[in-house]
């Protein structure tokens, strides 16, 4: 990887020059919106150069909706809303490719060189097989967020959405499901979606977020297992899919009143930005 500041490139003709005579040609994917500041150039795992530019973000405004979403993030749903239309279903791209990554490991096991030796053809061969594999599970992971973060923008003056971050969930069998599920990634998309159209995320604390009623405020007493999908509070009577209730939970805490659970908003102030 190599970092450049404004004095160490310069563009012209479609060519990025960089400090020490380097001069590359560039395969743009897109026009840049401004003069950039910085160049990241860096190389993945299949060998592929990338240049990633810094420019300042302008902000592409939307017409108000008048709407609000809350989301709770989750491994059987990679995202749960209080909008119907709106919940992102697991894609399950890695498991889709397991089988094919499984032969690749397999392959490179049989060919793994001695310690000091350096790896067969067959053995650089299927290291590259997988290294396209995992990059395209990426990408498709990635699209899939871009494109249900841009609906959800879109659709949306205002979301509510957990602040969740799910490194506990690699000490757990759902391993494998969580990293599939792309919640980190996902959630990236959004921030970024709703900062290049002017909207406003709120960021909730997860804490307690499965325990207490969207309906009435109350905390059950112990927390609900992973294997108890449905939330029944014992103080109103409200039941409901958990994570339609921790979805509605995120509009609550997050200072934003919805009236049912299309989540249009009343007039007033949005509340403070928490991301």
């Known amino acids: 990887t190599l970092n450049y500041t404004k004095r160490g490139f310069r563009l012209n003709d479609g060519r990025l020059h960089l400090a020490g005579g380097i001069s590359l040609t560039v395969v743009w994917s897109r026009d840049l919106p401004a ?18 530019f810094v420019v300042a973000a302008e902000i592409q405004p939307l ?14 749903e990679t995202a749960t809303t209080t909008s119907d239309d709106h919940d992102l279903p697991h894609a399950g791209h890695g498991k889709k490719a397991q089988a094919k990554l499984t032969r690749y490991d397999r392959m490179m096991a049989r060919r793994k060189p001695k310690k000091g030796q350096a790896g067969s053809k067959g053995y650089r061969e299927a290291q590259r097989l997988r290294a396209q594999l995992h990059k395209k599970v990426a990408r498709q992971r990635e699209d ?53 159209h002017g909207r406003i995320v709120h960021l909730v604390h997860p804490a307690h977020t499965t325990m207490d009623c969207a309906q009435c405020g109350a ?28 979805a509605h939970v995120m509009l609550v805490r997050a200072g934003l009143s919805p009236a049912g659970i299309e989540g249009v908003r009343h007039p007033g102030p949005l509340g403070q930005e928490a991301a």
């Open 35 to 52: 003069d950039p500041s910085s160049v990241r150039v860096h190389q993945d795992s299949v060998g592929h150069w990338y240049c990633s």
């Open 63 to 76: 017409p108000a909706t008048g709407r609000v979403l809350g989301v709770d993030w989750g491994v059987k």
């Open 144 to 196: 899939t967020g871009r494109k249900w973060a841009k609906k959800v923008v879109r659709d949306h003056d205002a979301i509510a959405a957990e602040d969740f971050r799910p490194k506990f969930l690699a000490r757990t069998t759902m391993a494998r499901k969580a990293a599939d599920a792309a919640i980190s990634s996902t959630k990236r998309a959004l921030l970024e979606m709703a900062r290049k």
């Open 219 to 246: 905390r059950t007493k112990h927390a609900l297992p992973l294997s108890e999908r449905t939330y029944a509070c014992t103080a109103c009577g409200a039941v409901c899919p958990r994570d339609k209730n921790s």
